[in-house]
């Protein structure tokens, strides 16, 4: 038996194919919840299953729980007999939470060293202005700031050093 678990915020539907059938099982799991498969699987068609899994970038209980991940999507499986706990729901769920915090701040660096060097790119001293300095804001429709993100970044003469605001 296959325990599943959808930490992330979207819902799933799983879609897989045991072997030696002629048409794919769907399994639906909404966020925030687990389900059960393959009460009758044997050794083979198990790895099948899991095999499928970690295709779509699930990782196991042990996986998830050792090591922070900024790939993880939300999806955990275990294929012990036990369900999940309600910690390690929320242990994954914050995982899922950490990972796109980390992806979202590396996505905003980059942006940012990319508007330094475009700024700066045309001299023959090789920078306009001793620092660039970036305001980073989460706007609405209206171009009004909301209670998002906010910060300011710093790009020092040497062009490969931030300054981050403590």
């Known amino acids: 038996m ?7 915020k979207q819902y799933i ?3 897989f194919r045991i072997p030696g059938a002629n048409q794919s099982t769907y399994e639906d799991i909404p966020s925030g919840t687990q389900t059960q498969i393959g009460r009758d699987f044997g050794v083979n068609e198990t790895e099948s299953i899991v095999q499928q899994l970690q295709r779509l970038g699930a990782r196991s209980r042990s996986e998830m729980l050792a090591k922070p991940d900024a790939t993880f999507k939300g999806l955990v499986y275990s294929v012990d007999k036990k369900a999940f706990t309600e910690s ?5 769920s914050e995982r899922v939470v950490e990972g796109a915090e980390i992806t979202s701040a590396r996505e905003m660096l ?3 060293m990319g508007g330094d060097r ?3 790119e045309g001299t023959k001293a090789g920078r306009r202005s001793k620092e ?6 989460t706007l609405d429709a209206n171009g009004k ?3 998002g993100i906010s910060s ?11 300054k981050l605001p403590a």
């Open 118 to 120: 475009k700024i700066n």
């Open 110 to 112: 980059k942006s940012v």
């Open 13 to 15: 539907r799983f879609a």
């Open 145 to 147: 700031q909301t209670s």
């Open 132 to 137: 660039t300095t970036f305001d980073i804001a």
């Open 152 to 162: 300011s970044i710093v790009v020092a003469a040497q062009g490969d050093t931030l």
């Open 88 to 92: 390690e729901i929320m242990e994954a």
């Open 2 to 8: 296959i325990t599943i678990q959808n930490a992330s």
